[in-house]
């Protein structure tokens, strides 16, 4: 049992880069797409997210050996959405006007596809240690998802970063008319250009070491 | 039945469980995120009505429109009463747009616009939040029903629209508009005595 699976420090560099949960594994792609119009929004999501996988994660892995094979999605969603539950009460009462912005994405991430993968995939198989390592991995690898697809869209859409205003607010607004890219039509663009770009980097890199 | 309940045995702890945890995050945090709410309308009292004292406001329900309604009534540091905070909802581009509206003790001048909820475009029709428009409302008279118009305003009935987002600057004024003509019908004869 010990020796099969990554080891802890494997499960955290894989979540970032090699198998970052938007641009390799498509998973998450609603938050993805809907709180990524500027980089608070985006960042507050990733720290919800970081604490629900890591809660899920370990209370998986600590009762994985009680876990019967048809019951231990129920036992996931279960998990997940206490910690889910918690996170949005967090962010009405200490966060409220960006718990306001969110919406109803915070209580979402009981469906995000993410966190069941890393039940099934590493937690329910692993201890507690590579768990903790595989959640905290894959939620930096989400976080620089949107964080990248975030900073398009607000520097573009908004002429702002982190709502700093980058000095051409105006300009951006009323003469180019990228406040497509706020707008949801926005993400899909961004996404799908990055996505095409994480990809041919990937596919580049393989010719290169044709063993790889 | 048993052998279900053998079964399911973890999923059943751990139901009550979580369910007990998350009994205790509410009663911590439940009253807090009541607090918020609150605070969002009493926060912007001052904000509304000139002069206006935060915790000397006083929640009220009025009759308006055949219905009981909650206004709020503003209160200065001597305890005079300066003005009135109303809130009003009505459809917007998208969703419904939820205001506070500031007006004086008569009831007879805006004092002051907040928008609490909407979800209108982002970048266009979600600038009715800023101040640069919500001003526009600021010492308006209410004895005419304000009008939306796409070059700077002549008369003093006149909101300059945000140019792309008509429609909601449209929306806004509208519900500006009923909300303070109902509130005014309410208001007791003499104002705020």
Redesign the interface.
Same mark, same amino acid.
């Given at each position: 049992m010990a020796k099969d699976g990554p080891t802890p420090l494997e499960r955290f560099i894989q979540g970032i880069l090699p198998e970052n949960p938007v641009y390799r594994q498509l998973l998450g792609m609603c938050p993805t797409l809907a709180v990524t119009?500027n980089m608070k929004a985006a960042m507050t999501m990733s720290g919800a997210v970081l604490f629900v996988l890591l809660g899920a994660n370990l209370m998986v892995s600590l009762?994985r050996g009680? *876990?019967?094979p048809h019951?231990r999605i *129920?036992?996931f969603t279960?998990?997940i959405?206490?910690f889910v539950?918690?996170a949005d009460?967090?962010i009405?009462?200490?966060m409220?006007e960006m718990s306001?912005e969110l919406g109803p994405y915070v209580p979402l991430i009981i469906v995000n596809c993410i966190i069941i993968c890393r039940c099934e995939v590493c937690a329910s198989k692993q201890g507690p240690v590579a768990a903790a390592a595989d959640a905290v991995g894959q939620s930096l690898g989400f976080a620089l998802a949107l964080a990248s697809i975030a900073t398009v869209r607000e520097v573009l859409?908004?002429g702002t970063w982190f709502g700093i205003d980058l000095g051409w607010r105006a300009a951006a607004?009323?003469n180019y008319k990228l406040?497509l890219m706020?707008?949801p039509p926005g993400a899909f663009i961004t996404l799908g250009l990055l996505l095409g770009g994480a990809n041919w980097m990937a596919s580049a890199r393989r010719r290169r070491r044709p063993q790889a | 039945m048993v052998r279900y309940l053998v079964?399911?045995w973890?999923?059943l702890l751990?139901?009550l469980g979580?369910g007990a945890?998350?009994a205790a995050?509410?009663s911590r945090?439940?009253p807090?995120?009541e607090q918020?709410k609150r605070d969002?309308t009493y926060d912007q009292v001052p904000r509304l009505v000139a002069g206006a004292v935060k915790e000397r406001t006083r929640e009220l329900k009025l009759k308006i429109g055949g219905e009981e309604r909650a206004v709020y009534k503003a209160f200065d540091g001597a305890g005079r009463h300066v003005g009135w905070v109303i809130k009003a909802a009505g459809q917007g581009f998208a969703d419904v747009i939820e205001l506070l509206i500031g007006l004086d003790r008569r009831g007879e001048t805006i004092t002051g616009l907040y928008v609490l909820?909407n979800k209108e475009?982002?970048?266009?029709g979600n600038k009715i939040v800023e101040p640069a428009f919500r001003g526009r409302f600021r010492g308006k008279p209410t004895a005419r029903p304000l009008k939306v118009t796409k070059k700077p305003p002549r008369a003093d009935n006149e909101i300059l629209a945000i140019?792309g987002a008509t429609v909601s600057s449209e929306s806004v004024t509208r519900i500006v508009n009923a909300a303070v003509a109902e509130f005014k019908r309410a208001l007791p004869a003499g104002g705020g005595h």
């Open positions: 119009g009762i009680l *876990l019967k019951l *129920l036992v279960l998990t959405a206490a539950t918690v009460k967090f009405a009462a200490y409220w306001k859409g908004s607004y009323d406040v706020a707008l | 079964q399911a973890l999923v751990l139901a979580f945890a998350l995050v509410q945090l439940g807090r995120i918020n969002e909820e475009t982002p970048a266009l140019s």
